[in-house]
């Protein structure tokens, strides 16, 4: 018997049908809704009373178009240490530790820089003398002139949280605006300390005093008030004043 001869059916023709094209409906677009802005208005606290005349002026002039001058207010300047928070908070630090004055134009700074606090009353519509400047309480019968900032340098080692215990809750929004030398410097200033230098770092436990006299700010890490010092000779700068703080960074 031969071999049978090779099959006779060719094998089947490639599919006639075509695989099916693709989807027609592209996939949607984007939202085109966009996120919602960043928010336009800053929290702000409440406000500072505190304003600074131009020379000459008795507070009665200096507080025109505000609300009128608070004797009391003026007269809780009754010291040095409550001048220095003044002058400090309305940008012209006394240039020598403050005296009283006898006069009824007291707290005042005059042509040299030298802070007078009062020393037994004052009187809003005294004007002072030529070149002197008279610091006025601004805030009519019930006026927000603060006499000492929430400002609180912690104790070596401690977190903010705990350098707060008994003066308000700790405020890290407060304490990160702590961001340039000069608000260095005047945040030292607020708690009676000179810094021997400024410089910035990261960390989040920032700013600090150091043991040599540093003061170390961050350099854009948000402040966290639990945070432990990097160094257990460390001191926190803490802002204890909760959530309307009175902590001015100039």
């Known amino acids: 018997t031969s071999p049978t001869t090779s099959p006779t059916t060719s094998p089947t023709t490639s599919p006639t049908t075509s695989p099916t094209t693709s989807p027609t409906t592209s996939p949607t677009t984007s939202p085109t809704t966009s996120p919602t802005s960043s928010p336009t208005n800053n929290p702000t606290g409440p406000t500072i009373n505190w304003v600074l005349g131009a020379p000459g002026d008795s507070c009665d002039t200096a507080c025109v178009g505000l609300e009128s001058c608070n004797n009391s207010g003026n007269e809780a300047v009754s010291g040095p240490d409550v001048m220095n ?35 037994s009353a004052s009187d809003c519509s005294t004007t002072p003398l030529p070149g002197t400047r008279r610091f006025c309480c601004c805030g ?111």
């Open 85 to 119: 928070v003044v002058a400090n908070f309305l940008g012209v630090p006394c240039g020598s530790t403050p005296v009283g004055t006898s006069g009824l134009d007291g707290p005042q700074i005059d042509s040299t820089s030298q802070c007078n606090f009062v020393s």
């Open 140 to 250: 009519g019968s019930t006026p927000n002139c603060p006499t000492a900032t929430d400002w609180v340098l912690g104790a070596a080692a401690a977190t903010c949280d705990t350098a707060c215990i008994g003066s308000g809750s700790c405020n890290a929004d407060a304490i990160s605006e702590v961001t340039d030398d000069d608000r260095m410097i005047a945040v030292a200033n607020y708690v009676g300390v000179t810094c021997s230098r400024e410089f910035s770092a990261g960390g989040f436990d920032l700013p600090v005093l150091e043991s040599d006299g540093g003061c170390v700010y961050s350099d854009g890490a948000p402040t966290r008030c639990a945070e432990d010092t990097l160094s257990s000779t460390d001191r926190r700068f803490c802002c204890c004043g909760g959530p309307t703080p009175f902590c001015p960074v100039t």
